[in-house]
């Protein structure tokens, strides 16, 4: 971890070497547990209420007692980044199971583990933001929504680290992840579209794509922009044909593809795709950036 990196567990700001949890937290031994990821700007929480929403509703689903209210963790988020010693940067809020008896069964769980890091992330060189990325399409694929719903954001990504393993293995950034039909679902740790003759595409989040946050911003600005925008089955001959590609996600923010598979896309990156990244930019600075005081 950076130098710069925070710490808070269960309503404390800790240093490093008290940021621990037992080792029998059912969130260590079995994946049980949820987080999200939040991206701050000057000092801000960016779409902070629908993380944490979304963090509600990952617990309710998977039975798991959040023990904070919003307002709580709201607080514990800017007191997290008061300490930071950057502007900018980058949170991971986890709710584990807590600790309990060895077996499955979390009845004797008494007490989630909160925790709160905060630090730098930088997913991809910023080169790499201007070229593009090159992406695999992964043998493994993403779990089945009868398997494992894609809207909870749980702590278990072990079939997601595997394709990123592909990716590393095939000598190219990203991985791109087929549900069980073998249609588009996402990329390891992002939402991916393509654009066709000016149109934008999607998956849908019933073949498998998270609900991101920054994917609702996306969509809400392509129609801003008059963007036409669909979210539509896709398969990976649609990415080999794609005029653009690219990906989003709260730590991936935006970033384009130019090669899928080995084949180079038409546009690296594309118009469309440099609309929204402008796009999303002034919409941070606009929800983030302090207001000048008027004297």
């Known amino acids: 971890m950076p130098d710069s990196t925070r710490f808070w567990i ?15 937290d059912h969130g260590l031994l079995y994946g049980d547990g949820v987080f999200e990821g939040i991206r701050f700007y000057h000092r801000h929480p960016f779409r902070l209420a629908a993380h944490l929403q979304r ?9 798991l007692g959040l023990p904070y209210t919003q307002a709580q963790l709201t607080e514990a988020v800017n007191e997290i980044i008061a300490a930071f010693p950057e502007e900018n ?6 709710v584990t199971r807590g600790p309990g008896p060895m077996g499955l069964n979390p009845a004797g769980c008494t007490q989630p583990n909160v925790i709160l890091i905060a630090t730098r992330l930088e997913m991809v060189h910023p080169e790499l933001r201007n070229e593009g990325i090159r992406v695999i399409v992964a043998s493994t694929r993403r779990l089945p929504a009868d398997g494992l719903d894609p809207r909870i954001k749980s702590l278990n990504y072990l079939n997601h680290i595997l394709a990123r393993m592909e990716a590393t293995q095939a000598g190219v950034e990203e991985a791109i992840l087929l549900n069980s039909q073998g249609r588009v679902a996402e990329g390891s740790a992002e939402n991916i579209y393509i654009v066709q003759d000016g149109h934008l595409a999607t998956p849908r989040l019933a073949d498998g ?9 996306i969509l809400e600005l392509a129609g801003e922009l008059g963007i036409h925008t669909r979210e539509v089955p896709l398969t990976p001959y ?4 794609a005029d653009e590609c690219f990906l989003s996600g709260t730590g991936a923010e935006l ?5 899928v598979d080995g084949r180079a896309l038409r546009n690296r990156p594309g118009p469309v795709f440099s609309a929204l990244a402008d796009a999303f930019q002034e919409q941070v600075e606009k929800e983030c ?7």
């Open 10 to 24: 269960n309503g404390q700001l800790r240093p490093e070497r008290e940021a621990v949890i037992p080792v029998t």
């Open 55 to 63: 963090l509600a509703n990952s617990c309710q689903a998977i039975r």
């Open 89 to 94: 940067g980058y949170l991971r809020l986890m």
């Open 209 to 217: 794509a998270l609900a991101g946050i920054t994917r609702g911003v």
């Open 238 to 241: 649609d990415l080999y044909t």
């Open 255 to 259: 970033i384009p593809v130019r090669e």
């Open 289 to 295: 950036k302090p207001k000048e005081s008027v004297s």
